[in-house]
């Protein structure tokens, strides 16, 4: 019965054990893409306003190309005589967008700060909703300081856009930085794993 059970965990587990051995072989495909998100995370760190500006051209191609394939597949149901209308509107509608975003990316990049801003500003309304009507016992103080700071970054995003879109950048700069980072230690650890079984801290099962 136990060598039933056994086998039955050496088998389950065997897919995780190869993943781990795979991964293992490709170590250095983690580190690559770890190194990457660290020169993203220090480029969107030290030059902000470049780096939004990139990802808003990087949108627009985005919906540019999505665009295209809409309308080519709204084309093709014009030939087969089949329901186009929605994919003509979607690809008109994402090639306006993309239009928009290439040749006024400030106006884009306004637009998804506010839409943030408003975020958080019912964030925080709620926050503080909350910590009005809970009991004192339950951190009552922290959710209203929560509150507080969601509601002032909602509002220094509306009344200074500029900023609200730097301090977006430098978050998403400091997290593909640290991101980056953990991902080149997991991958040195893996590498040196190579060869000894059971990769990343995976155990063996008894048999």
Same mark, same amino acid.
């Given at each position: ?15 995780w ?15 690559l ?18 780096t939004? *500006?990139?990802? =808003? @051209? &990087?949108?627009? %191609?985005?919906?540019? /190309?999505? #665009? $295209?394939?809409?309308l080519? !597949? +709204? ?34 990049? *306004?637009?998804? =700060? @506010? &839409?943030?801003? %408003?975020?958080?500003? /019912?964030? #925080? $309304?709620?926050?503080?909703? !909350? +910590? ?32 609200g ?6 978050? &998403? ?13 997991? !991958? ?6 190579r ?13």
């Amino acid at each position: 019965m136990s060598t039933t059970t056994a086998n039955s965990q050496t088998t389950s587990g065997a897919p995780w054990r190869r993943l781990g051995e795979a991964l293992s072989q490709d170590w250095w495909l983690l580190a690559l893409r770890g190194l990457l998100g660290v020169i993203f995370g220090l480029i969107a760190l030290i030059m902000p306003v470049a780096t939004i *500006l990139a990802l =808003v @051209l &990087l949108f627009s %191609a985005y919906m540019l /190309v999505d #665009g $295209c394939f809409a309308l080519y !597949a +709204a084309v093709r149901g014009m030939v087969r005589r089949d329901s186009w209308g929605m994919p003509l509107i979607h690809g008109i509608a994402n090639v306006a967008v993309a239009a928009i975003a290439f040749l006024w990316p400030g106006i884009t990049v *306004l637009f998804f =700060v @506010l &839409l943030v801003a %408003a975020w958080s500003i /019912v964030s #925080g $309304c709620l926050m503080l909703a !909350a +910590a009005y009507n809970v009991n004192a016992n339950y951190s009552r103080g922290w959710m209203a300081f929560g509150g507080v700071v969601s509601l002032a970054f909602g509002v220094l995003m509306i009344f200074a856009p500029v900023a609200g879109a730097v301090v977006l950048t430098w978050w &998403l700069g400091a997290y593909s930085l640290v991101f980056g980072i953990v991902v080149i230690v997991l !991958a040195f650890r893996l590498r040196s794993q190579r060869g000894r079984g059971p990769a990343a801290g995976i155990t063996q099962p008894a048999s």
